[in-house]
């Protein structure tokens, strides 16, 4: 069975930092770009970052450039999203989701197949 | 504000058929770039129900499908089912480099 299963969210303050893990099971991840999506209270989806098989190619969402950086270590089948200068409005459950592509340096996204049960990061003081 | 735009909203009777737009832009839809979408029951994770070009993950029942034209997609759904009843959201890629999701659509079975 795929899976995907997110885990270091929490309770942080504003300004604060967070690191995100995602272990998968049940399938290589070096065959896959990766990404994050995040849902805030009661509000739609959306993407956050994404990271090609082989790190080649990483983006993220205007939202959160220069303060999130996704990493990958495919040898250990883990995905990481490190979060610094945390906002209120960064308040969301944080999903990890596998690519139905590889990816490539002119593409990073394509469809999401797999998710995990997503991570809740909460910043508050 | 989403990138694509989709109703907040539809609903249908059991046995109906319902469709829900998605509209982008020359820089997502309209570039040629593939649309996906997902159903999303509450308190789960999304589900990918239609990829692309009307590809359905296996499970996903034929009564699920997919079309675009031009900066456009839509997601139909016939024969409505009580356990259709979920939000839908479409996404796809834009040249900026990023994803990009709709803010999704509430379907209600009647």
């Known amino acids: 069975e795929l899976q995907l299963v997110e885990s270091g969210g929490g309770l942080v303050q504003p300004g604060g930092s967070l690191r995100l893990s995602c272990a998968a099971s049940?399938?290589?991840?070096?065959?896959?770009?990766m990404h994050w999506v995040r849902q805030a209270p009661g509000k739609g989806l959306e993407w956050v970052s994404g990271i090609i098989w082989n790190s080649g190619n990483i983006g993220y969402a205007d939202s959160v450039k220069g303060r999130f950086t996704m990493s990958r270590d495919n040898a250990k089948n883990f995905l990481y999203l490190q979060m610094n200068s945390l906002r209120a409005e960064d308040t969301a459950l944080y999903y990890c989701a596998k690519d139905i592509s590889s990816g490539s340096y002119y593409r990073l996204v394509f469809g999401m197949d797999v998710w995990g049960q997503g991570t809740t990061v909460t910043v508050s003081s | 504000q989403s990138v694509l735009t989709q109703p907040p909203s539809v609903s249908g009777a059991p046995g109906q058929r319902v469709t829900i737009s998605c509209t982008g832009s020359n820089s997502n839809i309209g570039a040629g770039y593939d649309v996906y979408w997902y159903q999303q029951l509450p308190g789960t994770a999304p589900k990918l129900v239609v990829s692309?070009?009307?590809n359905r993950p296996s499970g996903v029942p034929d009564r699920f499908s997919g079309s675009k034209s031009g900066s456009s997609a839509s997601l139909a759904i016939t024969g409505l089912q009580a356990e259709d009843e979920a939000v839908y959201y479409c996404q796809s890629f834009d040249s900026s480099g990023s994803g990009v999701f709709g803010g999704g659509t509430r379907l209600t079975v009647l």
């Open positions: 692309g070009h009307s």
């Open positions: 049940g399938f290589n991840i070096d065959d896959y770009a």
